[in-house]
């Protein structure tokens, strides 16, 4: 375990395991921490060391002196550098390769987008940041969408309220409403969502240059989906399978909670 100190972003908490020599980059899904990709022990450990990253608001990573407003306004895209460049400072600058799952995806990418000289490998597990989500830009983008938000965070009753009513219209399944009910119970739960998804909502990969990236140097792409993931499935991710020249795809049979012991067991059976 370890920090980097991030110029204008704060302490930055890593994880670190694996037994695995080549360096990996790892970025959590929401209510998770770094040390999420542990499960993976039988294939991916196997190959990597990882630095697994806490977001903000999440494990012990810590925000420096920043306000609400600047928090609501967003954390500038240029800022994910410093991940690369603070931990070139600790480990020497070299090849690395990087992780995502989730929401975790996008700083994965924008890694890929700004240090494609440098990454071997790009490993994506329900990745968002491939395409808009529509309820993300809603609550971070629309004027009416980000009141409701704030709202919404502020009240004991309407998130669950508006949690069952989204499930009641299939808009949501049952997992992810057991997800997402179980990040919204306490009011410094709803305050952290709140707070995370508006401090990531620019960091917006170019998914056409990434992927332009990906074929030139080449980069080795592993992207990976459930089934019955209703959060961000495969389908909502093509486009930028498209671009790609040789995309390893594969879909397991789960939904959008992805990183588990079912997905080690398959990922282990994999070629390497």
């Not at 700004?114 to 597990?125: G, K, N, R, S």
């Not at 401090?199 to 990969?205: A, G, M």
Request: overall charge neutral.
């Amino acid at each position: 375990m370890g920090f980097l100190d991030l110029p204008g972003l704060g302490k930055a908490h890593y994880h670190e395991y694996g037994s695995g020599a080549k360096p990996l980059l790892a970025f959590h899904g929401y209510g998770m921490t770094g040390k999420q990709f542990h499960v993976l022990e039988q294939s991916v450990l196997q190959d990597y060391h990882v630095y697994g990253f806490d977001h903000f608001f999440h494990g012990e990573s810590k925000l420096t002196n920043w306000t609400e407003k600047q928090i609501v306004n967003g954390m500038p895209k240029a800022t994910v550098a410093a991940y690369a460049e603070e931990w070139f400072k600790v480990h020497g600058r070299q090849r690395f390769s990087v992780m995502g799952y989730s929401i975790g995806a996008n700083i994965a990418l924008i890694l890929v987008e700004l240090y494609p000289d440098l990454v071997d490998e790009v490993i994506l597990m329900a990745p968002d940041g491939l395409s808009v989500y529509k309820g993300f830009h809603f609550l971070t983008y629309q004027p009416v969408g980000r009141f409701l938000f704030r709202q919404v965070t502020k009240s004991k009753w309407l998130a669950p309220s508006l949690l069952k009513n989204l499930k009641k219209i299939n808009f949501i399944d049952d997992s992810l409403y057991q997800i997402a009910y179980n990040e919204i119970d306490t009011e410094q739960k709803r305050q952290d969502v709140y707070y995370t998804l508006n401090l990531i909502r620019l960091l917006k990969p170019d998914i056409h240059k990434i992927a332009q990236f990906i074929n030139q140097h080449p980069i080795k792409c592993r992207l990976i989906f459930g089934k019955h993931d209703n959060l961000f499935p495969r389908i909502a991710a093509e486009p930028f399978i498209a671009l790609l020249d040789k995309p390893d795809v594969h879909e397991v049979a789960l939904g959008h909670w992805l990183v588990v012991k079912q997905l080690d067991e398959y990922l282990v059976n994999l070629p390497r």
